[in-house]
């Protein structure tokens, strides 16, 4: 619990920003288990979450085109996947010993340490979310830029969107991959073009098309890419 570990004071000197409004801090480390179970008032911290994500998505997007001008869209994407992805939060949550400043109900105070990485990572979220009502964009940015920390090199393998597809598949399913199916759309030969629809366990990640079977799978590939990026992943 927050109040009986540490002054929240503490916490502000890490990510080197002090509230205005110290409510909204507060407000950011009170998991829905601590007001669900009696030991906030609340609110919790889920609605500062969602905000904090675009946040976050929005900084490392800019430091991303920023450092890595000659980088392509997909070598982007992959990237910023790679940074904003839970387990990673969820390390630069430990970093700032955010857990030790958390509100959390006794329930979830028992479970598994495991279950405290998606916990940080929200946590860390809804804090960028604080900071950005609190003091507007450039603290937001300022503060994500400090907690986030140098950024990786990209991955000189990776040479197209199949190729990192195939990577953050790997990485977050233990060795999966995508399946890809291809179709020949009918007309005119000369103009032939192929439908590729790309899939992980049988859900459908992205489809494209292209005048040849791997044009059409490198372009569902960047569809499945785009569309990872909006649902923030």
């Known amino acids: 619990m927050a109040d009986a570990r540490h002054n929240l004071s503490v916490l502000e000197s890490r990510i080197h920003y002090t509230f205005e409004d110290p409510a909204y801090l507060e407000q950011a480390l009170t ?3 601590a007001v669900k179970e009696g030991r906030s008032r609340g609110p919790d911290n889920q609605r500062l979450e969602f905000l904090g994500d675009a946040v976050l998505q929005l900084v490392i997007s800019d430091l991303l085109m ?4 000659d980088q392509d869209q997909g070598h982007l994407s992959f990237m910023r996947a790679e940074l904003v992805r839970k387990e990673h939060l969820a390390v630069l949550a430990d970093r700032l010993g955010l857990m030790d400043f958390l509100r ?3 329930g979830l105070e028992a479970a598994e340490n495991v279950a405290f990485k998606s916990v940080t990572a ?3 979220e809804a804090v960028l979310g604080a900071v950005f009502l609190d003091g507007g964009w450039e603290s937001a940015r300022a503060v994500t830029e400090k907690v986030v920390g140098e ?3 990209p991955a000189e393998d990776i040479k197209g969107p199949k ?3 195939q990577e953050i598949i790997q990485k977050r399913f233990e060795g999966d991959v995508p ?3 291809v179709r020949e759309n009918p007309g005119d030969r000369a103009e032939r073009r192929f439908r590729a629809m790309v899939y992980h366990r049988k859900r459908l990640l992205g489809s494209g098309e292209g005048r040849s079977k791997k044009k059409a799978e490198e372009a569902a590939a960047q569809e499945a ?3 990872m990026r909006g649902e923030g992943s």
Do not use: K
């Open 104 to 106: 959390i109900g006794p």
């Open 225 to 227: 890419l785009n569309r």
């Open 179 to 181: 399946e890809y199916r």
């Open 163 to 165: 190729s990192v597809l």
């Open 122 to 124: 929200d946590a860390l």
């Open 151 to 153: 950024l990786p090199e």
């Open 31 to 33: 998991h829905p288990s």
């Open 66 to 69: 920023r450092h890595f001008p």
